[in-house]
């Protein structure tokens, strides 16, 4: 849910809306965390600050906001 709040809040226009909530979705999938998870919201901001860049690939979106905190996807 966290992602959603802070698109919101922003001005984005719908292409830039699709790739982070993709990458949002993907992002929690892969981590296995429950939306109710409060890591839920730095994921969202750090990809809302990936985006911010100018990345329109939501899987390379998702990666660079994980990587940015440092976080790795469960083993499958």
Same mark, same amino acid.
């Given at each position: 849910?966290? /992602?959603?709040?802070? @698109?919101?809040?922003?001005?984005?226009?719908?292409?830039?809306? +699709?790739?982070?909530?993709?990458?949002?979705?993907?992002?929690?999938?892969?981590?296995? @965390?429950?939306?109710?998870?409060?890591?839920?919201?730095?994921?969202? +901001?750090?990809?809302?600050?990936?985006?911010?860049?100018?990345?329109?690939?939501?899987? /390379?979106? +998702?990666?660079?906001?994980?990587?940015?905190?440092?976080?790795?996807?469960?083993?499958?």
């Amino acid at each position: 849910m966290a /992602i959603y709040k802070l @698109i919101a809040n922003g001005s984005f226009g719908p292409e830039e809306i +699709k790739v982070m909530t993709e990458a949002y979705e993907e992002a929690l999938i892969d981590l296995g @965390i429950d939306r109710n998870d409060p890591l839920t919201e730095l994921i969202a +901001k750090a990809i809302v600050n990936v985006a911010a860049t100018g990345e329109r690939n939501a899987p /390379i979106v +998702k990666e660079r906001a994980l990587n940015a905190l440092g976080v790795r996807p469960r083993a499958a």
